[in-house]
């Protein structure tokens, strides 16, 4: 299993970024997928699930309205759009293919400053 997280990058209060996820080594079609994060100091925070076929989608409470995750079957990707981003989004993002997050690869640093 291999998930390569990307997209990451420094963006001012209000903006927005968008991640990718790539992933090969197993059938992603057929594998619910999640996003995490973990700020500095703090512990990983489940951000984001989606179901196989991409009907099914649930967020955080502190990321709902704001955020949205989508994917792409036929290319293997998962995608976060994040909008209105604030402070306290910073943290490394991380796409996972368990719900407890262990399953997770190499992540991307999102900072939100001004």
């Known amino acids: 299993v291999q998930l390569q997280a990307s997209g990451g990058g420094l963006v001012q209060p209000g903006g927005s970024l968008r991640l990718s996820c790539a992933a090969t080594?197993?059938?992603?079609?057929?594998?619910?997928m999640y996003w995490f994060r973990q700020a500095p100091g703090k512990e990983l925070e489940w951000v984001s699930t989606?179901?196989?076929?991409?009907?099914?989608?649930t967020y955080a409470a502190s990321v709902k309205g704001r955020f949205t995750v989508s994917r792409n079957n036929a290319g293997n990707t998962l995608t976060l759009q994040m909008n209105s981003l604030k402070s306290e989004d910073t943290a490394v993002y991380y796409c996972?293919?368990?719900?407890?997050?262990?399953?997770r690869g190499q992540g991307t640093l999102v900072t939100v400053s001004s």
């Open positions: 080594g197993f059938t992603f079609s057929s594998s619910w």
């Open positions: 996972a293919k368990d719900a407890r997050g262990i399953e």
């Open positions: 989606i179901s196989a076929a991409g009907v099914t989608t």
